[in-house]
């Protein structure tokens, strides 16, 4: 059964410039629920866009999935009017309804995990729903226009634990399957399953308030699932981390980068302890590659700009968890990670946002021995469960 799913995206956003590129959590907005999709049980997905700088991006960023591919969306379909269900069929007809299952998901809804996914396809894959969506459950009480109450009685108000509330849409996630989209042309029809998803999962992102709101969300629930166990792996970006963050330039191009060399030596004794290293950052640099391979770090991975994605995926490789990781970022779009990883640091010099969120800031800067205080920490840390 092949299972395919869309995420629809618009250049032109009026609420929020920008929107669909602008970073949450140092990712691209839609970078959220596209990495979750590329963890969860679907067998593509593709990201339908207007905006070619998006189609590059993803051509370009997401050649370590098979799964992820973009699709240019014609103009009438990207319009201030144009509904949701035209732009899936148009979607449909380029793609000659390949599929078993469509699954329409939402970029303003970062909140959405792989779980939610599996379960909103697992309604009509196994429990033989003909199409399914995603709602969460809200003890708000609501009134008509008329100043009649709708869901309860004003002289016996319940308390919320005795109250059953209202199920809503939170537009997070929607599946079909294909003959009954082709009959409807609607994103749901026939027998609707209903899969609960957590009433945080109800904001969507359409205004400046709502960001900030959701962005406070994803952090708290990233620190949240924190655990510390053994730490077995050492995460690193590169610049600002491994360098100072400056590069040196000639006419070819990149001429130079500043490396510590006692960075080297800490690293080589954290691996003879037990701890793998992993190099991971989002520049592509010859200087980079040949530096990683003559400190033998075997897992340097170049080029990767969904770095939080990536790590979920190479986690579930080397079937281990974000409480046997630790940490060293520097800047925003490491911020993902750090949050999520058991022990998260920032050299003494990183920017105000990474300061903010590490577990532990350094006493030394990048490219000044920040990384062989690392490794000492670890190597102490370690030591209560020889």
């Known amino acids: 059964m092949k299972k395919i799913g869309i995420i629809p995206l618009r250049k032109g956003s009026k ?30 997905i593709y990201v339908f866009t207007d905006d070619t700088e998006i189609i590059d991006f993803i051509n370009k960023e997401y050649t370590w999935s098979t799964k992820i591919k973009a699709l240019l969306r014609g103009e009438e379909n990207a319009s201030d009017t144009a509904s949701t ?91 079909t399957s294909k003959q009954f989209f082709i009959n409807s042309k609607n994103r749901v029809s026939g027998k609707i399953g209903l899969v609960h998803m957590d009433e945080d999962s109800f904001m969507e992102i359409d205004s400046h308030s709502d960001w900030l709101i959701v962005e406070n969300i994803l952090i708290n629930r990233l620190k949240s699932s924190k655990k510390t166990n053994r730490i077995d792996y050492l995460v690193l970006d590169v610049d600002g981390v491994f360098t100072d963050g400056s590069v040196l330039f000639s006419p070819d191009g990149e001429f130079a980068k500043k490396f510590d060399m006692r960075d080297g030596m800490g690293l080589e004794i954290l691996r003879q302890n037990g701890v793998e290293v992993i190099v991971l950052t989002s520049e592509n640099s010859e200087l980079v590659r040949q530096r990683m391979k003559k400190l033998q770090i075997k897992e340097a991975h170049l080029g990767v700009k969904d770095k939080f994605t990536f790590l979920n995926k190479l986690i579930i490789e080397k079937n281990t968890n974000f409480g046997n990781l630790s940490y060293v970022g520097d800047d925003v779009n490491d911020l993902a990670n750090m949050c999520r990883v058991a022990w998260s640091f920032a050299p003494n010099n990183a920017t105000k946002e990474a300061l903010y969120h590490a577990d532990i800031t350094l006493r030394h800067n990048s490219a000044e021995g920040a990384i062989r205080e690392t490794c000492e920490f670890i190597l102490r840390y370690n030591n209560r469960f020889n």
């Open 85 to 175: 269900e035209s732009t899936m069929i148009e979607f449909c007809e380029k793609i000659n309804y390949d599929f078993d299952l469509l699954c329409l998901l939402q970029a303003t809804s970062p909140l959405t995990l792989a779980k939610d996914i599996n379960n909103t396809l697992d309604k009509v894959t196994k429990e033989g729903f003909d199409s399914s969506l995603t709602v969460v459950n809200t003890h708000r009480f609501t009134w008509n226009a008329n100043g009649t109450p709708k869901n309860y009685d004003v002289f016996n108000r319940p308390r919320r634990q005795d109250f059953d509330g209202l199920l809503v849409e939170n537009g997070a996630v929607y599946v």
């Open 15 to 44: 609420g929020i410039i920008g929107k669909n590129k602008k970073k949450l959590v140092g990712q691209p907005l839609f970078s959220w629920v596209l990495g979750e999709a590329e963890l969860s049980e679907l067998d593509e």
